[in-house]
């Protein structure tokens, strides 16, 4: 069996390499192409629905709230300074404390193990880490049913001689919501 696997595959890499040149063993002349500026195709857009439009990346105060395709909803409230813990990651460390609301207004269940988010706070951008202590729950990863809600407390690291905070939240493959402001 392995002996006639064998030489299949050498008459078939036989068989693509004599197709590479002709018979005098010189390879076939190269041939150019060019199209002129009335021949080229144009690219369209792809067609969307007004619903499509609107979920386009969002740029937010940070209390706004942002909707993404098929009515989900995400906002994000109650900042307030803290520094986490010496056993938190990372440790000993300022940020913003913020709750987080992800609502589905879908008519199906949500995988929110897909939803991102990311930090950045100062000028210029300089990123931020999420903070993991005790009190903060971090992005909920579960599956979130048609008309529920659910809500988690946050963190992301926030020098305290900063106030510029700017969070990116991204469900799965969509454009983003960037929330950004001033936290005091």
Same mark, same amino acid.
């Given at each position: 069996?392995?002996?006639?696997?064998?030489?299949?595959?050498?008459?078939?890499?036989?068989?693509?390499?004599?197709? &590479?040149?002709?018979?005098?063993?010189?390879?076939?002349?190269?041939?150019?192409?060019?199209?002129?500026?009335?021949?080229?195709?144009?690219?369209?857009?792809?067609?969307? /629905?007004?619903?499509?439009?609107?979920?386009?990346?969002?740029?937010?105060?940070?209390?706004?709230?942002? !909707?993404?395709?098929?009515?989900?909803?995400?906002?994000? /409230?109650?900042?307030?300074?803290?520094? /986490? /813990?010496?056993?938190?990651?990372?440790?000993?460390?300022?940020?913003?404390?913020?709750?987080?609301?992800? !609502?589905?207004?879908?008519?199906?269940?949500?995988?929110?193990?897909?939803?991102?988010?990311? &930090?950045?706070?100062?000028?210029?951008?300089?990123?931020?880490?999420?903070?993991?202590?005790?009190?903060?729950?971090?992005?909920?990863? !579960?599956?979130?049913?048609?008309?529920?809600?659910?809500?988690?407390?946050?963190? &992301?690291?926030?020098?305290?001689?900063?106030?510029?905070?700017?969070?990116?939240?991204?469900?799965?493959?969509?454009?983003?919501?960037?929330?950004?402001?001033?936290?005091?």
């Amino acid at each position: 069996m392995q002996a006639r696997t064998a030489l299949v595959t050498a008459v078939a890499l036989a068989a693509a390499l004599t197709a &590479c040149g002709d018979d005098n063993g010189r390879p076939p002349p190269a041939t150019e192409t060019v199209t002129s500026p009335e021949e080229t195709p144009r690219q369209t857009e792809p067609e969307t /629905s007004p619903e499509a439009e609107e979920t386009g990346e969002q740029t937010l105060s940070l209390t706004e709230t942002a !909707t993404f395709q098929d009515n989900i909803q995400v906002s994000l /409230s109650s900042f307030t300074r803290a520094v /986490s /813990s010496g056993t938190a990651s990372p440790a000993n460390t300022p940020y913003a404390r913020f709750t987080i609301k992800i !609502t589905n207004g879908a008519d199906r269940t949500i995988d929110l193990n897909v939803l991102t988010l990311q &930090c950045l706070y100062g000028d210029p951008g300089m990123k931020g880490d999420q903070i993991s202590d005790e009190g903060l729950e971090g992005i909920p990863t !579960t599956h979130l049913l048609p008309d529920r809600s659910i809500t988690a407390q946050l963190g &992301c690291e926030l020098p305290r001689n900063e106030t510029y905070l700017q969070i990116e939240i991204a469900p799965g493959l969509a454009d983003p919501a960037i929330f950004a402001g001033t936290v005091k």
